[in-house]
């Protein structure tokens, strides 16, 4: 029973324009979201988060959204750049922090 | 770099034998999360040590322990190894317990034959 999943396995994109990475939830209890960056050979690195008191954090480029009524979040990525190109996972914990859920990924190319 | 070291980074054994996986933390970082990562799968976290003591337990399966030692590195063990034990096995730590984000050391790969 997957409690988050990214059903997109694989995401192409052009340089420059945006690009829109979505996660779906099953557990309502999950307060707290966040997105890793994973390069080949290297572990994930943290991106950006959000908990649930919000609907919208941004970082520069990277803005994650949460719909908590919908039990989906987006992370929007403008402008995209070949550098975007990873794999991406979105995780959820229901302990603010703790006991990390993490989706299957979705891997992002960026196409110069 | 995050500052999170593990090794080996590949390892290859029999099925039946025993590893044991090790993790440094960051500098300062009291707590240490194991994550197994199968093929086309996303991270499934293990077991969570803080300060030397279990906190939380995830998927771990009986024949997985792992614990955390005075100098706060951590070991993963692994026996009775099966073909599906074949994954990327990752440590990450953080300062604390619910932290808002873990940073990830690289990996060891564990191939089963």
């Known amino acids: 029973d997957q409690q988050v999943k990214q059903n997109s396995p694989s995401l192409s994109v052009q340089e420059g324009r945006i690009s829109i990475l979505n996660c779906d939830y099953t557990n309502s209890m999950f307060d707290y979201f966040l997105w890793y960056k994973k390069y080949p050979a290297e572990g994930p690195t943290f991106l950006i988060s959000i908990s649930s008191i919000k609907d919208k954090n941004e970082d520069g480029r990277f803005t994650v959204f949460l719909n908590k009524s919908a039990k989906h979040l987006s992370l929007h990525i403008v402008p995209s750049q070949p550098g975007d190109s990873a794999v991406y996972f979105c995780a959820a914990s229901a302990d603010y922090g703790q006991n990390f859920v993490f989706g299957p990924g979705t891997r992002l190319s960026v196409l110069p | 770099d995050s500052g999170v070291t593990q090794t080996p980074k590949h390892l290859i054994t029999a099925t039946g034998q025993r590893v044991t996986l090790r993790c440094s933390p960051r500098?300062?970082?009291?707590?240490v999360y194991w994550y197994q990562q199968s093929l086309d799968q996303g991270l499934q976290f293990l077991i969570q040590?803080?300060?030397?003591?279990?906190?939380a337990k995830g998927n771990i399966l009986e024949r997985f322990s792992a614990q955390q030692f005075p100098d706060l590195h951590s070991e993963l063990n692994l026996s009775s190894l099966e073909l599906g034990d074949s994954a990327l096995y990752f440590c990450?730590?953080?300062?604390?317990?619910?932290?808002?984000?873990?940073?990830f050391g690289p990996g060891t790969r564990l191939t089963v034959l």
């Open positions: 500098s300062g970082d009291l707590s």
């Open positions: 990450a730590s953080s300062p604390r317990p619910s932290y808002n984000e873990q940073f």
């Open positions: 040590y803080y300060n030397g003591e279990e906190r």
